[in-house]
């Protein structure tokens, strides 16, 4: 937290956390995505589903969606906007059992015809946490750049992509492991302090026993 | 980010740096920037705050229906009513609705420190910056100040209705804004504490309490409330009287009363004013 989330951000009312939050899980899940999105299922679970319409919750994550920042007064718009970009949506209510009162979850087809799921909660103040990527339990908050790298669960592989980073001079803010279960697919959720390179990511993905590298940037 | 509002004060005391400065320097730390960039970023606030309170359409109401036009009858009344309020408390009134409103109306708006308490601060700020004619750089050093005792507040207890009710909210916006306006009076750091002990003092064990869980009844018309108790307690303050409590034993107490409530008053929309005959009518509505 900075003096920046006391006074800030400029953001479309009326929530940061039903509005503005909402506006953030759009704008990180079509990044996570990665190509353009051609159709979304948008599931709302808790307080969203409950006081979502009111908040203009629904009408928010379509904005993310479609690359809006949080304070575009088109956001109010955003369903007319999308139907013209061509991108087909549906929204709907979900019970996500235990989750975070304010959680959203993203399922994206992109034009390529790969699939992408979001599972995102809204903290409050604008701030969110990706809580689900593809199934995967993993904990991160957009704020920086963010590498998740999928890999097999085996000795070595956390010292190789780290010293990659390392030799770029990349520095690591948080680094989270998961795993599915032992010696099978594991993921590596590593925020840093500076943008990594669309060569770095490459060079990272073509690693043996690393099936898939998914690159984050805020900016 | 600082633990105490006293840590900040001495510091003034100390070193002879004003309040503002001293978390504006804090921020260029903490975040890596420049000084130049730091205030940039801080003007950039107050210019938007200034746009939501000016850009206010009084014909546009919230989705809900509940909320819009009420700045509007308020400036009807202030130029043509008998209004017992002067010039300047009434345009803190109405400043208020008009960014609150404005926020329930999805216009674009400075959470500060939440979209729920967004029109307390701009509406201080905007109508001393009328009064006085202060510049922009003036009135962004005192948003400094604001965020400074924000920024406390949040370390020691909470800005979140759901976490600590809407003093949470209501009352730390008001806090903040008593300090800014203090600053902007010219009254010192240890004033600006007093100020903002004054103003949540006042306003705690204030319930979070939406009806049908929206950011529109009561909390439009609590931004003016807290508003006009920034005022108040920044006026007392500069008239020397002091409050008894210092600051941040007065944050705590908020964090601590945030404790003790009841899971109905924070944000959920199930109790208070949401839960009258009323509140529920308009939640079925809805």
Known sequence: MNIFDIIGPVMVGPSSSHTAGAVKIGNVSSKLMGEKIQSVDIFLHGSFAKTGKGHGTDKALVAGLIGMPCDDIRIPNSFEIAEEEGLKFTISNVDLGDAHPNTAKVVMHGVSGNQVEVVAASLGGGRIEVCGLDGVTVSFSGECPTLIVHNVDQPGYITEVTSVLGKQGINIATMQLYRKNRGGEAVMVIECDDEISHETVESLSKLEGIMKVSYYSPN | ?286
């Not at chain 2, 307390?120 to 965020?147: N, R």
């Open chain 2, 1 to 286: 980010m600082f633990e105490s509002i006293e840590e900040i004060c001495e510091k003034e005391i100390n070193t002879g740096k004003p309040f503002w400065k001293i978390v504006q320097e804090d921020d260029c730390r903490e975040r890596a920037v420049s000084e130049e960039e730091s205030f940039e970023t801080m003007k950039k606030m107050y210019i938007a705050m200034k746009e939501s309170a000016l850009n206010y359409d009084s014909h546009i109401r919230s989705n809900s229906g509940l909320v819009g036009g009420e700045a509007g009858m308020l400036r009807q009344y202030l130029d043509n009513g008998k209004p017992l309020v002067g010039e300047f408390t009434g345009r803190v009134m109405e400043l208020a609705l008009r960014v609150a409103e404005g926020n329930a109306c999805m216009k674009r708006i400075v959470a500060a420190p939440t979209a729920g308490s967004c029109g307390v601060v701009p509406a201080v700020f905007i109508a001393t910056q009328e009064k006085l004619g202060l510049s922009d750089d003036k009135m962004t050093e005192a948003l400094f100040v604001a965020a400074g005792v924000g920024a406390v507040i949040a370390k020691r207890a909470s800005l979140a209705g759901a976490e600590g009710g809407c003093q949470a909210e209501i009352g730390s916006a008001s806090s903040m804004a008593a300090a800014g306006l203090v600053y902007l009076q010219g009254g010192s750091g240890t004033q600006s504490a007093n100020a903002a002990a004054l103003a949540l003092k006042n306003l705690l064990g204030l319930a979070c309490d939406p009806v049908a869980g929206l950011v529109e009844v009561p909390c439009v018309k609590r931004n003016v409330c807290g508003a006009m108790n920034a005022v108040t307690s920044a006026e007392l303050t500069m008239a020397g009287i002091e409050s008894r409590i210092p600051a941040d034993e007065v944050f705590d107490a908020m964090s601590s009363i945030g404790k003790n409530m009841n899971l109905d008053i924070k944000e959920t929309g199930n109790g208070g004013v949401a839960a009258t005959p009323t509140g529920e009518r308009i939640k079925e509505s809805i």
